[in-house]
């Protein structure tokens, strides 16, 4: 992924989960990719929104949804999060 990437981590992160939640799956993973080569500089809390939608893409639903318990007990108003939670489990 370049580094000039016009989209920040986590409005990739939401376009993956948007495809994926359209059962378009390649494009998922391919904005998932994306959203994990933008997110290796940008704070924990968007890190860490970019590994759950990961794991949700990938079929890790428990896993996603444990991380996502986590991180909501700290950011409480992350919708994103939120949505993924609610979708695995």
């Known amino acids: 992924m370049p580094d000039d990437d016009p989209l920040s981590a986590h409005e990739l992160a939401v376009l993956a989960w948007e495809a994926y939640t359209r059962n378009q799956v390649a494009d998922a993973a391919r904005l998932a990719s994306r959203a994990s080569g933008a997110a290796v500089s940008c704070p924990r809390r968007?890190?860490?929104?970019?590994?759950?939608?990961?794991?949700?893409?990938?079929g890790e639903s428990a896993r996603a949804y444990g991380l996502a318990s986590d991180h909501l007990g700290e950011f409480p108003h992350d919708d994103l999060v939120r949505r993924v939670k609610d979708a695995s489990q």
Not at 46 to 58: G, K, M, T
Request: glycine share 0%; charged share 30%; with cysteine.
């Open 46 to 58: 968007d890190r860490q929104e970019v590994e759950l939608v990961c794991l949700a893409i990938a």
